[in-house]
């Protein structure tokens, strides 16, 4: 099959490149042999969860299930690797996979056909708990039709989305008493339907219903309607598919605000479309002749008018004179294949303007590249000299993994501009744009579009295409990276001054890798004998005469290429004569035969005029090729002429660290409310998706759900900053889930640390931004749970942990502004009411003596007890009910001053209200790293902080980590509205 013949045509490509003789050559005798494996497939007969293994050595096994329905799509994936591949088909009966493998010497010729039984078809209970939470939220929701985008009302065949004969445009039913009708659903299962100030339901010509109302002019017509409330609920069925469909079920001769025919008014029952959610939900009337669309979004949520641009910004209109496409042929052609790489038919395809719509054949395959759309010959040329600008949006009728996006020469694929892909969801509209993107040299541009693994009958749309020239001005972000560029410095430097260090386990030098350049391609041939740890493979380009400056920032790239997989490429670039003065570090983990990219952005200089690059193929197996290439080193380059902007979050971004990470040693903690332990959740993970299912007695308040990806292997310096970034989604509200990266065996060494609040089945995007690292070889990640509906679901996606792209945020200026003066009438702390509590602990979490304490005109002094722990949480210092007043609608500045006569490493202060059943649901701020130097006053200030609704509020201070017997301060408490 084409999947396996490209694979190991790469395969030989890889061991071959350079034509040299160290190259390992592959040997066809050692190719696996498809009728030799062994293959091992364990069915669990109760949920139908099926176990593939091969238990031979040195291979990796294929799985290909053709036909076959996993997990209930049909389809899900043609073919998966690996082995102890585990994946659910819900369906009795026998089933067959075919099973072919690979090493490095290639593909098994042939494949072997193993066949398995389930006992039992196996179908999920219905729980429509998640459901009413879509529509209800946690007490009710009121919606609206989401008017301003197209698609929002539409008709079309029996058992399809309801808009391929007839799709609403922005708002065409503004005129028909649509609109302003509202629909309220309660977590109690009741509905009720307001027809809005005009009091009239819209129907269908033919829908019998109010037929005295009815102009008879072959159009809709409104007619006149008394709000309702009744009850409402969700059923399920499984289609031939295997696929559960989830319906909404209204009485009999009620409405969802049109009335398309007399069956809709009968049974109303409408099926719920994939893209619903806590904030959109899209259904569809079938009868069986003809189904309606219907699109319901949050009240006040709909789509705001474009704001007029800001000075500055980049516009994409696809009318303008300046668009190049505009002017472009349309020479438009297709390449759709099956699973086997055998081509079908051709998408239907209709064109208007600038907007192109296709409808996906059946049969297309599910791997990249088997639905290929192309616009050719359009005529349009760019220039390398110049800077642009480019728009496509898509839009689907199903959700779709991973569109590509490819703008290129009409002959040469290898010359491009970008080669994206992008998931889309279905119904909402996708906008790709690049601003200010280093031009190319095209002479002939056309674009490439890929649909492989599209869902068969789905409907995409591709509008508003834009390629303009760049004006300078517009959002800014770094340049790609060409080796072959004038401001590259690397094609400057000396690279035949070579250095090597090569030793096995015992640390005795060992014979050197072999090492060939061709160009700017190095190919290391590594020695048999080579250690297992880090720094037993020591490279150096030494002596490059390159130079560098602690003035400046610089941008650093090169691509890494391995014939094994290997633990951890080291790659260091620093000052010849001094391996502590690197402009950047980092040790990056192989897969066999796939380039790993090495970006690194505006990392700053040093005063250097001789830099080395060193790397250490330590931990690599003996005999592997790794080939380095394409090195660029330059000063930090940027495209367009716009300030800085937050930085992307991408798991796949090569300088995601986290990838690297050990996740699986995990460590939990569960109590319940009496703090006695209990059975902890049950945790999976597939891939970076990890899925926890909460325990039913799970206390309510924090740190009564632990769990730790302990011993992540994971690395830290205090020199650097550090990015951090992952999702979180609970099928339940949650008051707050911990999230902490801190030392494996120091709580209190942090680099971020917060609780977040979650709402029932919304993403949670936890973002922090240049981080101030820590000193730290083995970093752990802990999240708690504790607080959350016993049973509920929590699903933690996306981590990304990597050196910071961006410039940290200045902290307060620790000088005391003058209109923040504790003795002022303004300051509500003037008159707070001054009642203290304690909780302090030991290491082990046990409670000790409260600290020695003396108050007088807003100054507090505490001794430290003996025995006070060193994580955060096990030295609390409060004010509770001060009776202080905290409100949504203003804003408050807040100040203190601290002081130890011992070094602190990280004093906590939060404003906030405890309110049952979880703690500090409400905080006005939270501050959880402040370090004190010994002896030295530390003036915490914030000024204009938004207002939250704490009707009562606390002061929490936590001094875990001080040290006993020493003395801390804590004065000039100032809260004053801003």
């Known amino acids: 099959m084409k999947i396996f013949r490209y ?30 494996l062994q293959v ?23 799985w290909l299930f053709g036909e076959e329905k996993i997990d209930g799509k049909a389809n899900k994936k043609y073919a998966y690797t690996g082995n102890g591949l585990q994946l659910r088909l819900r369906d009795a009966g026998t089933h067959s996979v075919e099973v072919k493998a690979y090493n490095a010497h290639g593909v098994s010729v042939g494949s072997k056909v193993v066949e398995f039984t389930l006992d039992n078809t196996y179908r999920d209970p219905f729980d429509p708990s998640k459901y009413i939470t879509f529509f209800a939220g946690s007490d009710q929701k009121v919606w609206e039709w989401n008017s301003t985008v197209k698609g929002h009302m539409g008709c079309g065949e029996p058992g399809t989305d309801g808009t391929n004969w007839w799709s609403a445009g922005p708002d065409e039913k503004k005129d028909c008493g649509l ?46 309607i008394e709000g309702f409330t009744t009850d409402y609920s969700f059923e399920n069925a499984w289609n031939d598919a295997g696929i559960e469909e989830i319906y909404l079920v209204l009485p009999a001769n009620t409405n969802l605000s049109y009335i398309p025919n007399p069956d809709a008014l009968a049974e ?57 496409w505009k002017t472009a042929a349309m020479d438009v052609s297709f390449w759709f294949a099956n699973n086997d790489w055998g081509q079908i038919d051709n998408p239907a395809y209709t064109a208007e303007g600038n907007k192109h719509t296709i409808v996906i054949p059946e049969g297309i395959g599910t791997q990249r590249w088997q639905g290929q759309m192309v616009f050719n010959n359009t005529g349009i040329v760019t220039s390398a000299d110049k800077k642009y600008d480019f728009q496509l949006v898509l839009n689907s009728t199903a959700d779709h993994g991973g569109i590509t996006i490819k703008l290129t020469q009409q002959d040469d694929d290898n010359v491009f501009f970008f080669e994206d892909a992008h998931a889309v969801t279905a119904y909402e509209e996708f906008k790709y744009q690049v601003k200010g993107i280093q031009g190319v040299d095209l002479s002939n541009a056309k674009l490439v579009l890929d649909f492989g693994g599209a869902t068969p009958g789905s409907t995409v749309e591709i509008k508003d295409i834009v390629l303009q020239e760049h004006i300078e001005g517009g959002a800014s972000g770094p340049a790609p990276f060409d080796p072959s560029s004038p401001d590259n410095l690397w094609n400057n430097a000396v690279t035949t001054d070579h250095h090597f260090y090569f030793a096995n386990n015992d640390w005795g030098a060992i014979e050197n890798a072999t090492v060939t350049s061709d160009g700017g391609t190095h190919t290391f041939v590594l020695p048999e004998g080579l250690g297992g740890q880090q720094w037993q493979g020591q490279f150096f380009f030494q002596n490059t005469g390159l130079a560098s400056s602690a003035a400046k920032t610089y941008d650093f790239h090169l691509v890494l290429n391995s014939t094994a ?135 309510g308040q924090q740190w009564q759900g632990q769990f730790f990806f302990q011993n992540t292997g994971l690395k830290s310096e205090a020199a650097k900053t550090y990015d951090f970034y992952l999702v979180l989604n609970s099928d339940a509200d949650h008051p707050g889930v911990t999230v902490k990266l801190c030392a494996q065996d120091d709580d209190g060494a942090i680099i971020t640390d917060g609780r977040y609040a979650l709402s029932a089945y919304e993403d949670f995007e936890v973002k922090v931004i240049a981080a101030q690292g820590i000193d730290c070889d083995n970093l752990k990640l802990v999240f ?39 003795n002022s009438d303004a300051n509500l702390w003037k008159n707070a009411a001054i009642d203290i509590s304690y909780w302090f602990a030991d290491n082990n979490w046990t409670q000790i003596a409260n600290p020695e304490m003396t108050a007088g005109n807003n100054e507090y002094t505490l001794i430290m007890p003996d025995g006070i722990g060193a994580s955060q ?9 001060t009776g202080i007043q905290i409100s949504t609608d203003k804003t408050y500045d807040f100040q203190v001053t601290l002081y130890s006569e011992a070094d ?15 703690n500090d649901v409400n905080e006005l701020f939270y501050k959880p790293d402040i370090v004190l130097s010994a002896y030295e006053e530390y003036v915490y200030t914030v000024t204009g902080l938004p207002g939250t609704d704490i009707p009562d509020m606390k002061l929490v201070f936590d001094f875990g980590g001080a040290v006993a017997g020493s003395k801390v301060v804590v004065s000039g408490i100032t809260l004053i509205e801003h």
């Open 268 to 324: 109303p029952r409408y099926k719920l479309l994939e893209g619903t959610n806590t904030k959109k939900i899209a259904l569809v009337h079938d009868n069986g002749a003809i189904a309606w669309k219907y699109e319901f979004i949050v009240e006040g949520s709909a789509k705001p008018e474009d704001p007029k641009p800001q000075p500055g910004e980049v516009v994409f209109d696809p009318n303008s004179d300046r668009n190049l």
């Open 565 to 699: 997989d290997h633990p951890g490429v080291t790659v260091k670039l620093c000052a010849q004569d001094d391996d502590g003065a690197i402009i950047t570090d980092g040790r990056y983990a192989l897969t066999a035969y796939e380039d790993f990219v090495l970006d690194v952005y505006a990392a700053p200089g040093i005063d250097c005029d001789n830099l080395k690059l060193v790397f250490d193929f330590g931990g690599g197996q003996g005999g592997s090729t790794v080939v380095v290439k394409d090195i660029v080193f330059r000063e930090a380059k940027t495209v367009g002429g716009g300030g800085s902007s937050e930085p992307t979050f991408d798991p796949a971004d090569p300088n995601n660290l986290w990838n690297s990470a050990v996740t699986t040693d995990h460590h939990f903690w569960f109590a319940n409310n009496d703090w006695g332990e209990i059975a902890p959740a049950t945790v999976t993970s597939d891939g970076g998706t990890h899925t926890f299912v909460l325990p039913d007695d799970i206390g």
């Open 40 to 62: 091992k497939i364990d069915v669990d007969q109760e949920t139908n969860y099926v176990t593939f293994s091969v238990e031979n050595e040195g291979v990796v096994p294929m």
């Open 873 to 881: 949480w096990q030295g609390q210092f409060v004010f509770n009910h």
């Open 784 to 822: 708690d749970f504790g607080g959350a509906v016993g049973g509920s679901t929590v699903v933690v996606k996306d981590i990304i942990f990597r050196e910071s792209q961006s410039t940290p945020a200045p902290e307060p200026e620790p000088e005391i502004p003058a209109q923040l003066d504790p």
């Open 7 to 36: 694979m190991a045509l790469a395969l030989a490509a890889v061991v071959t490149m350079g034509c040299v003789q160290e190259y390992m050559e592959i040997d066809p005798s050692q190719v696996p042999s498809a009728s030799e």
């Open 179 to 224: 609109y302003d009708d509202r629909l309220t659903f309660t977590k109690d299962m009741k509905y009720t339907y307001n027809p809005g100030e005009g009091g009239t339901v819209y129907v269908n010509k033919d829908s019998g219903y109010g037929t005295e109302h009815n102009p008879n002019d072959g159009n809709d017509y409104q007619v006149p």
């Open 904 to 918: 602190h490493p990280h004093v906590t202060v939060k404003p906030c209200y405890e309110q049952a059943p979880s």
